[in-house]
């Protein structure tokens, strides 16, 4: 038996901005952008050469989705960008203006730096260490 996560949702405010920060500033490929309605549209981001897992970019809809746009995990850092080059897209980032809001450090599972996105999500920059290269 196959099975994988496909999508992971990250409600946002508008989706025309959210394109354009993982676009440009997480350098991830546009991969799908289809028109469902008037108002909604089924858009997908994912890391250049990624083949697994992508983002669904979701426009907010209704106040209580609204109110959860940067904080759809309490706080906590819930999405991992796994990297064969910490420091190459470390520096890249933060060239574009990634918000880095934990400085880079070693940890036994690797190096790592916690950054922001355009709405507050929290994101783990990640170079897994020799031992866990297989999670790449």
Not at 39 to 59: D, F, H, N, Q
Not at 97 to 115: D, H, L, M, Q, W
Request: proline share 3%; aromatic share 12%; glycine share 8%.
């Amino acid at each position: 038996m196959y099975r994988r996560i496909a999508h992971v949702t990250i409600v946002v405010k508008e989706y025309d901005e959210a394109i354009q920060y993982y676009t440009d500033q997480l350098n991830f490929e546009l991969i799908e952008d289809t028109p469902l309605t008037e108002t909604k549209r089924w858009v997908v981001v994912a890391p250049k050469g990624a083949r697994e897992c992508s983002i669904l970019l979701a426009k907010a809809d209704g106040d209580k989705q609204v109110a959860s746009i940067g904080n759809q995990t309490g706080g906590r850092v819930g999405l991992f960008l796994f990297t064969d080059d910490f420091w190459r897209d470390y520096t890249q980032m933060s060239e574009k203006g990634v918000n880095f809001i934990r400085s880079p450090r070693k940890e036994v599972y690797g190096t790592v730096a916690v950054f922001s996105d355009l709405y507050g999500n929290l994101w783990d920059l990640l170079e897994p260490n020799s031992k866990n290269k297989g999670l790449l």
